[in-house]
């Protein structure tokens, strides 16, 4: 079978570092051991999944009877279920890195669930227990006082706003997966995220999933990488592409759609900027750091591809959190009818232990509209050029 090496477990993380992404869901099963520790080292928050996934009979919901899920509620899994759960808690537990504790995926709720939740309570309160089958258990009520939040899959945009506008349950959300990215996906990432900044309830999102799985097989007569996926070794049945949904190409290559979430989930956000006095108006997303420990912040005049003028403001102190107005210097003169954009790039600072210093870390862009030559528009951050 397929072997994860150290190599590919580090440039994996280098990766998710460098497209600012900070938490990891090991679904749905634990991952190798030294991946908690490359975790705990890159700061990293975990969610650490119990290995169960029981998609097939998940579906198959009351099929023996209305109160039987497999393996959730029949007795005889019992022993199995919590055994997964102590083993997984067993072997992670002293990983500094995991924030939450999932009992599974898609694997139907019940006695069975409960009690590996209660296991694990017992053993320490303190620890967070995550579980999203339980989300749709509507047709028969169950207790979920041992789930620390309420979890869903795919949840629109106004039950987000209601649930944490409006939710008598006072639990915090977590999104475990709020985006597919497969195809032209994931898509609304700037929509879910601007929810994520807005309620202090809504905790995390996860996007389904890191790379896509598939089989090199050498290159193609005009020199392109090939990789083959379901159906292409004359298997029958398989699930075609459904497996092709990561935001890494199997060799690792970015997809378009990590592209965007880097930028969606950049450290530092424009949100005014004043022409007349050239005041720009920063706001700090990170949780613990000042953003002038972290970076520096190129500004760029351009008219189609000519510089018209270019700086970098690197003494400036915003702390986490906060918003704060720096000066740059106004356009003097603009000539010719071409777009002219102000581009605000934030520069990594220094050398971390897995980036560089002089990475991109995430961009805004200011858009003047010769036209009026007095009206701004501002140009979707979220969309990278």
């Known amino acids: 079978g397929r072997c994860i090496s150290m190599n590919e477990m580090k440039s994996d993380i280098e990766c998710i570092l460098r497209n600012n992404i900070n938490a990891v869901r090991t679904c749905h099963y634990p ?45 005889q899994w019992k022993e199995a279920v919590v055994d997964r759960a102590r083993s997984n808690f067993e072997t992670f537990k002293n990983h500094t890195a995991i924030l939450f504790w999932s009992l599974g995926n898609e694997s139907g709720y019940g006695p069975n669930m409960i009690e590996a939740a209660k296991w694990v309570k017992a053993y320490d309160p303190t620890r967070l227990i995550h579980y999203e089958g339980c989300t749709w258990q509507d047709w028969q009520k169950q207790d979920l006082s041992v789930l620390d939040v309420t979890s869903r899959m795919y949840a629109p945009l106004d039950w987000i706003q209601n649930y944490c506008e409006n939710g008598e349950n006072k639990k915090p959300f977590l999104h475990c997966e709020c985006c597919h990215a497969m195809g032209n996906g994931p898509g609304d990432l700037e929509e879910n995220f601007a929810q994520l900044y807005q309620y202090e309830n809504y905790c995390g999102a996860f996007i389904w999933e890191w790379c896509d799985h598939a089989v090199y097989a050498g290159k193609t007569p005009d020199g392109k990488e090939k990789f083959l996926y379901g159906g292409d070794f004359g298997d029958y049945p398989n699930d075609k592409n459904f497996c092709m949904d990561g935001l890494v190409y199997p060799d690792r290559r970015s997809h378009t759609g990590l592209l965007e979430l880097k930028n969606v ?24 750091t000042d953003a002038e420990d972290a970076l520096e912040i190129h500004y760029l005049w351009k008219q189609e591809e000519n510089v018209l003028e270019e700086g970098m403001i690197s003494e400036f102190h915003l702390p986490p959190h906060r918003t704060m107005r720096v000066m740059i210097p106004p356009l003097q003169t603009v000539t010719g009818a071409d777009e002219t954009v102000l581009t605000i790039e934030l520069i990594q600072k220094k050398d971390a232990p897995l980036t560089k210093a002089g990475h991109l870390l995430g961009f805004d862009q200011i858009v003047l509209a010769m036209l009026s030559h007095r009206s701004f528009r501002s140009r979707n951050p979220s969309r990278c050029p």
């Open 31 to 75: 991952d190798q051991i030294p991946w908690y520790y490359m975790c705990d080292a890159a700061g990293i928050y975990m969610m650490a999944e119990n290995n169960l996934e029981s998609h097939g009979t998940f579906q198959k919901l009351g099929a023996i009877e209305p109160s039987c899920n497999v393996p959730g509620s029949i007795p």
């Open 265 to 288: 989930l950049r450290p530092v956000r424009v949100t005014g900027y004043d022409r007349r006095t050239g005041a720009l108006e920063l706001r700090n997303m990170l949780d613990f």
